[in-house]
């Protein structure tokens, strides 16, 4: 018999075999109740969760359905644990409703199971937000609709919220055919299918690489709602490139998309904004919430939504009745805040591994190089004698790198190179030895768009950014990126920082990523976390070694392991 | 009393082989050796058997189920010496190969070799119709088509193994491992159903296989045996065999005879009911039956996982079922799967030995079904201090893995053993000399004596630790005499409490320390006391220190007035140091007390 391609595991993992030729059928079958945790080269692994399960549910699988899938595809019999699990888990969603109230007042969380009821309305989490008893469940006041969901997801009892969302202000609005700089334009097969993954739920995230076309997934599903639409954006630079897609690929006139920032306070059928400016917030209330909150908007766009602070959150509970979708490439909350995302954006609607589009040609091939750079004799002792705090900081700032940095120059000096670092002081000291921009938080808007745009142009070829540059900035022709310095493990930045330079490329070149690290020190363990993300997306980090003048070596002696012994 | 087939026809004749070669029809020429397997497999053959028990007469069949169920649970059965139809019936029986007469030292018997207890008795049963009221009805297919080599008993074996390798398993007074420690072994297992019972019925196994043994004569703990890499080189089949066995060494062997025989005839989809066993067996008086003594072998059969158990109903486990009839899943070799991350997946179907490797080679995640390791710097270092070389290491896992190393793997390996054998901590004994060109005069003796293993600098030597004496011995055959005494860099650490007390001491002296330190000298021979050496107040500073450090008995050498000329002796089991007086208890027991300023000098009883 033919071997099948996935394996049960008992704590819910299901690894799946990329070699067998079940593979592509089984994937397919997981997709719709299980989360994909990494994909990397030979055997990809997937996890269920009571969130999966409730999402399936909710999408009209039924658990007796998935234990089918599983059966189905699995090599060994599925191990009871997870057939329990999935039938416990299964049929907790739906059990309670969360529905208009029958007399109009607000809404109203009813279900068949009266014990259910009294035992969740005794949960400390979920008691605070409801309203008095009612009929057959209790009341819950609009303002508190997320707050009940959010506690009744922790409490282990989603509630099925079929109350609706309010439909907003129509627009008129069409996809061009040819967008406004002569191309022709369409949407992807899988743009086309995120989009419908979200429309048929109303909220949710979908998550796709950087350079896969997430704006473009946005913008198709303001087509599909044609309806009123805030976009909340990280920066106002991101800000301006939505406005610029969106004139480019629909029928929206420049009248209609307005710019609510510091600048400028435009309330149009679409309007942009940032986290932070939304967030803002004056003695107990957030004037530009509210002042956005006025309108009827039918839908919203979370950009980057892996980066809502939390303050966002908490607007977010009260904007339940409007529709929601989150764009990410990296669904990584490193404060581990993914529920709250679940509970209020929505659940992940729609996913894709990364090296899927890359094989697809959706989006650019890239290599990954970490370069390990000695540290002088010294800094070394600099090292060794400091604090561990500024011993992270003295790894990241190794004089050796500016060496390196030259070399990698010069092997790409036909190409169009980001250096991308932390620390202000090194990427001066970048600039100094380079000759390249600088682009910082410091730097002006108009002069960073000037610098994106020359860049874009090619008549900047090699361009030193701060973090600033980690999201949202769309650099078509970047191809080489060298990372100088990060925020410790981050794995979400390291994505990011890969993504400014995955679009494809319009020479169908590839793209190369370096990661120098000061070897031997913290700076090398950081660079083993940070690179976990791209690894599980099945991405290879080539390993070299550069001295302590930033000079390629052929990699460090290994010293005899037979000298030790015997003393 | 029971008697294996191998042991019963290598002591037989051979007129009695050729008798048994005629009726089985097994080709034998005297003179030449028969293949034993040759003829096992003729006497177990069902047919065969079927065919001598045909051969009986309704009488001889009455006499053989009585003995075969009623009589004796080892199948030993008492001589018979007169004609009768049981006669008739062993002569029959004994002709075709299945039953003979052995010699013990206290008489005769006939017996049925353990090898044929089980055909013999399902012959018998079928004749009696037995068989059908103890199987169910209920017909349920079975999941699988092959015994999967990962199984519940090789699972939980494997990961106490691993566990008690990298951390020995406590054990309590009575012997079993602390419950808390079992417990937390369940739920890193397999499946969570597994329950204590399971990892309990694992660990007897592992123990009776000299797998998990007494890492000291303490018994305090179960370690893992350092070869149990060998028991991981055996099949499957092998493997099942011996949980099988083992079950039958140590519990009721005629109901476990009895459950085994009919389990192992049954259909893939049929069950054998609990209830209809019991009502059979106690109608028709079974020896050493009864429903504890049948409840207690079923149990300890789920728990080895041969056997499953759903509303009183029981069958063989899915392995034992197509174990037995050597149906095993296929085993992959070079199967496993190293990732660019690191992680490291051991399928299923991994040969045992390659995932015991793996095991020794990487940081166990997760001991499931798929194992998932991790190559990490921890790991890493376990095999550096295992003595095995960066080459060495590498090259077990191209042995192992289908996919190579990856190349950023291999380099950070690579990296960590750079790092991780850049420094070592390394307990070393030293000879220090005062004079460079001794130490060097030193070293060509020791090397001579192969006592000499490196020189640190010109004034120290590192020699074997545990070869002292010799060493000791060689240098005062050449004339430079050592001292036994082996001290530590900084002085023995002294306990917290004792810190006061070293500090009045070294207080006392240091006002008194005149001399070169360590320089000791006789100043003269006083009149009633043997040959004693009075010292400087530095070096009886370090002897009665040491002696407290090391509770030592001490000689103490005093003036009863510090004008006093006459140096006095006592012998002190211990002492300490208080106020600036000696104070102690003397052999006699009694107590000692003397200002300092008075101890004249002072020696250590235990050093020669």
Known sequence: ????????????????????????????????????????????????????????????????????????????????????????????????????????????????????LSQVSRHRAVAPVLGPAFGNGFRIRPEHRGLLKQALAKAGWPAHDVAGYESGLPLTVKLRDVSLNGQAFGLRDYQVDAVKAFSAAGNGVVVLPCGAGKTMVGIGAIAYEATHTLILTTSVAALHQWRQEILDKTSLKDEDIGEYSARMKELRPITLTTYQLLSHRKGDSYPHFDALNTHDWGLILYDEVHLLPAPVFRLTASLQSRKRMGLTATLLREDGRADDVFSL???????????????????????????????????????????????????????????????????????????????????????????????????????????????????????IVSKVANFSIDLPDANVAIQISGTFGSRQEEAQRLGRILRPKSDGGQATFYSIVSEDTREQDFAQKRQLFLCEQGYRYEIAHADATGAPTDGPQVIPFSTYKGV | ???????????????????????????????????????KSRLTNPVYIAEALHALSPEEHEILTHWMLRTREDLTFPPITTESVALAMTGKLGHRGLMYQIQTPYGWVYTVPTELASPLLYAVLQHNQAITPMIAQRRTPRSVDTAPLWWSLVHNVFMILSH?????????????????VTNKLVTKSWEHRNDA??????????????????????????????NVQSFWQNSPEYILQIAKDMLVTHSSPMVQNLLWTVLGHLEADQWIDLDGLNRW???????????????????????????????????????????????????????????????????????????????????????????????????VETIIDQGIPLETYLDSWRGLSRTGIPANVQTNIRDWYRTLTRHRLLKATIIHSQDAAESSKIEQILTKAKEFRMRLSPHDLIISEPNLASVQKALERAGIPIPARVDTPGGVAADADDDAMFDEIDEFYDDRTDRNPGQAVIQALLPGIPLVPILDPYTIQTVVRE??????????????????????????????????????????????????????????????
């Not at chain 2, 008690?164 to 808390?180: F, H, I, M, S």
């Open chain 2, 547 to 608: 002696a407290m450090t090391n509770r030592s008995p001490l000689t103490v050498y005093y003036v009863e007035n510090a004008s006093d000329k006459t140096v006095t002796r006592v012998d002190l089991d211990s002492a300490y140091i208080k106020d600036r007086h000696l104070l102690g208890i003397d052999i006699n027991q009694q107590a000692f007390s003397m200002p300092l300023d008075r101890v004249r000098s002072a020696m250590r009883r235990d050093l020669p």
């Open chain 1, 1 to 116: 018999m033919e071997r099948r391609p996935l394996i049960v595991q008992s704590d819910l993992s299901l690894l799946l075999e990329v070699d067998n030729p079940g593979f592509e059928e089984a994937r397919q079958a997981l997709v719709g109740f299980t989360e994909l945790v990494k994909s990397p080269e030979h055997i990809h692994t997937y996890r269920i969760t009571a969130l999966s399960i409730w999402n399936a549910v909710a999408a009209g699988l039924s658990p007796d359905d998935m234990i089918d899938r599983l059966n189905t595809y699995s090599q060994y019999p599925v191990p009871d644990t997870a057939s329990y699990f999935i039938q416990d888990q299964g049929r907790r969603f739906g059990r309670l409703q969360l529905q208009k109230s029958p007399d109009s007042d607000g809404f109203w969380l009813t279900s068949n199971d009266s014990t259910l």
């Open chain 2, 1 to 39: 009393m029971a008697f294996s087939l191998e042991t019963i026809l290598s002591m037989l004749s051979e007129e009695g082989w050729r008798t048994i070669a005629t009726h089985a029809k097994v080709s034998y020429k005297p003179g030449k050796p028969v293949a034993f397997q040759k003829m």
């Open chain 2, 164 to 180: 008690a390798k990298r951390e020995p398993l406590p054990l309590a007074q009575q012997g079993y491992v602390y419950k808390r």
């Open chain 2, 281 to 379: 067996a106690l109608k028709e008086r079974i020896i050493g039956y009864n429903t504890y003594v049948r409840d207690y072998v079923v149990n300890e059969a789920v728990s080895l996982g041969l056997v499953e158990l759903d509303q009183g109903l029981c069958r063989y486990t899915d392995v034992a079922y197509w174990g037995q009839r050597g149906r095993f899943e296929s085993v992959e070799a070079e199967s496993i799967v190293v990732q660019p991350t690191g992680e490291v997946l051991v399928p299923p179907s991994a040969p045992y030995a390659d995932r015991w490797a793996v095991d020794n080679l990487a940081t166990p995640v997760k001991w499931d079904r798929m194992g998932v390791y991790q190559i990490d710097r921890k790991s």
């Open chain 2, 197 to 226: 019972d399971v990892l309990e019925a694992a660990i007897y196994f592992a123990r009776r296989l000299g797998l998990l043994v007494y890492p000291d004569q303490n018994y305090r703990t179960l370690q893992t045996d350092s």
């Open chain 1, 345 to 463: 954006i929505g659940p992940k609607r729609f996913d894709l591994p990364w090296k899927d589009l890359e094989q697809q040609g959706w989006i650019a091939s890239a290599q990954c190089r970490e370069i390990r750079v000695a540290l002088s004799d010294s800094e070394r002792e600099r090292y060794a004698l400091a604090e561990d705090a500024d011993r992270v900081r003295i790894a990241a700032e190794n004089p050796a790198k500016l060496g390196t940095i030259e070399e990698l120059l010069q092997e790409h000096r036909q190409d169009h190179v980001l250096i991308i670092g932390q620390y202000l002081s090194q990427l001066k000291r970048v600039q100094e030895r380079v000759r390249a921009p600088l682009l910082t938080g410091e730097t002006p808007l108009k002069e960073r768009e000037r610098l994106y745009q020359a860049f874009r142009d090619g008549t900047i070829p090699v361009l």
